[in-house]
DNA sequence: GGTGAAAATTTCGAAGG
DNA sequence: CCTTCGAAATTTTCACC
């Protein structure tokens, strides 16, 4: 959403019970305060006002539930590579428009490197697929796109990797 | 985690208030029971219900709390795409199991096509990425890796795109 | 920062149409 | 499958270390 560079500054310094916090709720935010406060070694107080800055500071961005994408019959992801046919501010910004808007897509980065933009879209069929394709080859002009189709999903994860310090 | 194929069968059908719920839980899975009933036209009990029943049955899979990336200092995210030299079973699984393990990896899938895999990893800095790529080109003998380098995040959501029908 | 307990909400289940 | 109602649990606040 916002530019790498803008979030660089401000860091607050999280000391090791504030990771451990993350790392737990991370994993089921649907623990109580005071089971989480177990966890880390401290009272739900104490636990609760640390939440509660995590979440002010925008440590914690939100909480969510996690859905089974079979069950719901999106049963195709696939990973998009864009060359861009044009690298001006005006053609970027109404690609990154057009793009963010499409609820297919899950993930959309651009790239160091020989590709410009890569995507992450999931689908209920080649069907879907193939309506996606045309709605993002008819949004602005594109140089090359490849698209590769997920056989299976070994692993996924919205849990980071806590630094250690 | 498992494969797709196993998860065909066992699909039970979603009406439009299931739907609903599951859209609002995957943004915002800290609202109370009785406001999700409100959004979706149900009082508190019989939304609470609902709820129980698409944990129950896996459409839910878990409420987590969604962490800021930079905020706890992970400035780099890379897609890797890997060709495998070998393609045996216990090659895969052995490859499998390895990268699973591997925290920096949020998420990884066998592909159709040219690649045979393709990882998301999330790791602080460039000397990190330099230990996660040792680490996975000598975990398994492995054909061609290519990293792709993020320069910005554009989107990036958990929420699915609940289908309308 | 932390503790402990009271006040305000929410969850969860019983009874019933 | 829904509604209302209430007991139990949890979250959140507050007075005090």
Redesign the pocket.
């Known amino acids: 959403m916002s530019d790498a560079a803008l979030q660089i500054a401000e860091n607050r310094r999280l000391?090791t019970?504030d990771r451990k916090i993350l790392t737990v709720l991370q994993e089921d935010a649907s623990?109580?305060?005071?089971?989480i406060g177990d966890r880390v070694g401290?009272?739900?107080?104490?636990c609760?006002?640390?939440i509660?800055r995590l979440e002010a500071d925008g440590v914690i961005l939100r909480r969510v539930a996690l859905v089974d994408q079979n069950k719901i019959g999106l049963g195709i992801s696939v990973f998009v590579s864009v060359e861009s046919a044009d690298h001006s501010e005006a053609w970027l910004r109404k690609f990154a428009d057009a793009v963010s808007a499409m609820p297919e897509v899950m993930e959309f980065y651009r790239m160091a490197g020989d590709v410009d933009y890569m995507l992450r879209v999931v689908v209920a069929d080649m069907q879907a697929y193939d309506v996606f394709y045309k709605k993002l080859i008819s949004a602005v002009p594109l140089k090359n796109v490849t698209s590769r189709f997920a056989m299976e999903k070994i692993k996924s994860v919205t849990a980071l990797p806590v630094p250690a310090a």
């Not at 623990?31 to 089971?35: F, G, M």
């Not at 401290?42 to 104490?46: D, N």
Request: overall charge neutral; glycine content about 0%; hydrophobic content about 40%.
């Open positions: 000391d019970i623990l109580s305060v005071a089971e401290l009272s739900s107080t104490p609760w006002k640390r509660q």
